[in-house]
């Protein structure tokens, strides 16, 4: 089993920043595919950011360019550095964890305001 806590969001205004935390725990050794996904009320859970094992990243083309995908082996922690924030990036947002070939693992979410 996997457990992942974010933590990290809250209200900001447009163009400010936030950083997204992903505690992981349990048996992480054998992920292959960690993301961040958003959902927003009405919509689909679409992932944002994904990094692989391997350090491969990908992101949702509305954020390249304003939002980081990181991981520290060290803490079994993974970030979302959120830059440049718009209103259109109000969601919850939550951490995913893919073990091959199809488990996968979510945290609770945790909510990100954009709004002046």
């Known amino acids: 089993q996997v457990q992942l806590v974010e933590s990290g969001g809250g209200l900001v205004r447009p163009g400010g920043s936030l950083r997204l935390s992903c505690a992981a725990s349990?048996?992480?050794?054998?992920?292959?595919?960690w993301g961040w996904y958003r959902q927003a009320p009405g919509n689909q859970r679409d992932l944002v950011a994904g990094?692989?094992?391997?350090?491969?990243?990908n992101y949702l083309e509305s954020v390249k360019g304003r939002f980081t995908i990181s991981r520290d082996n060290a803490k079994n922690t993974i970030y979302l550095q959120m830059d440049s924030l718009k209103p259109e990036d109000t969601a919850v947002y939550y951490c995913?964890?893919?073990?091959?070939?199809?488990?996968?693992?979510w945290g609770q979410g945790t909510q990100v305001t954009v709004s002046s």
């Open positions: 995913h964890a893919l073990k091959l070939p199809s488990t996968e693992y």
């Open positions: 349990g048996s992480i050794f054998s992920i292959y595919h």
């Open positions: 990094i692989t094992s391997g350090g491969t990243t």
